[in-house]
């Protein structure tokens, strides 16, 4: 499974926009990029999954170039509530299991 | 019901008990996990099991012992742990298969005194 690199901790504010970019220089063809939140001491959660170009839903947009060596988690009008730990994963679309291997995650602190 | 629940939430135990660990989902999933998690670490893949059968064991220690009694529940057995045992153990389950979406339970956090 390809190894993925993202800054340890961001800051920002109530209202803005979030990039989050996550590197994975050794990503396969068939590995697809997903992406993972987590408050303390809960279970990290589904936020969103793509293997080219754009994907949005109703919580993020993930933009992954054509290349596919790295790809961004954007978060729009972030609020307190989004200050989390936000995990990039990238797995093997072949494989026959679910495994997913956590990053170290970037924290994600929002500020009033 | 979208929901994986753990029991107990919280659970302490000196190094020579035997405890369990449990883990409930109703939404059809056949792959259930176990993930280990430290303070201030990224969870970490214990076992997977796909339609009740154990399909990775990520070289996890003897003293923890899985069981997957039906389609529904998953267990995990707990003897003679070890002080750096303590964390908290996550369950997830999802459809089978590499790239659906894992539903987390809120853990159990464990103290091994």
């Known amino acids: 499974l390809a190894k993925t690199t993202q800054p340890i901790s961001m800051d920002s504010y109530e209202g803005q926009e979030v990039n989050i970019t996550c590197s994975h220089n050794?990503?396969?063809?068939?590995?697809?990029i997903t992406w993972y939140q987590q408050f303390p001491s809960q279970g990290p959660r589904f936020i969103i999954q793509?293997?080219?170009t754009k994907v949005t839903n109703e919580v993020a947009s993930l933009f992954i170039p054509a290349d596919r060596k790295s790809s961004t988690l954007s978060l729009p009008r972030v609020s307190l509530s989004d200050t989390a730990v936000y995990y990039c994963?990238?797995?093997?679309?072949?494989?026959?299991?679910?495994?997913?291997?956590f990053g170290q995650g970037t924290t994600l602190q929002v500020k009033p | 019901d979208t929901e994986v629940t753990q029991t107990p939430k919280h659970l302490v135990m000196g190094m020579t008990n035997k405890k369990s660990l449990k883990c409930e989902q109703h939404?059809?999933?056949?792959?259930m996990y176990w993930y280990k998690q430290k303070a201030k670490k990224p969870p970490e893949l214990m076992f997977v099991?796909?339609?009740?059968?154990?399909?990775i064991n990520e070289s996890v220690p003897s003293r923890f012992s899985p069981e997957c009694p039906n389609s529904s529940l998953l267990n995990l057995h707990l003897h003679a742990l070890q002080p750096e045992d303590s964390a908290l153990y996550l369950c997830?389950?999802?459809?089978?298969?590499?790239?659906?979406?894992?539903?987390f339970g809120p853990g159990t956090r464990l103290t091994v005194l």
């Open positions: 939404m059809g999933h056949r792959a």
């Open positions: 050794n990503i396969a063809t068939n590995d697809y």
């Open positions: 994963l990238v797995g093997d679309r072949s494989s026959n299991t679910g495994k997913l291997i």
């Open positions: 099991y796909s339609y009740e059968k154990l399909s």
């Open positions: 997830a389950s999802s459809q089978v298969g590499p790239t659906n979406e894992q539903f």
């Open positions: 793509g293997y080219k």
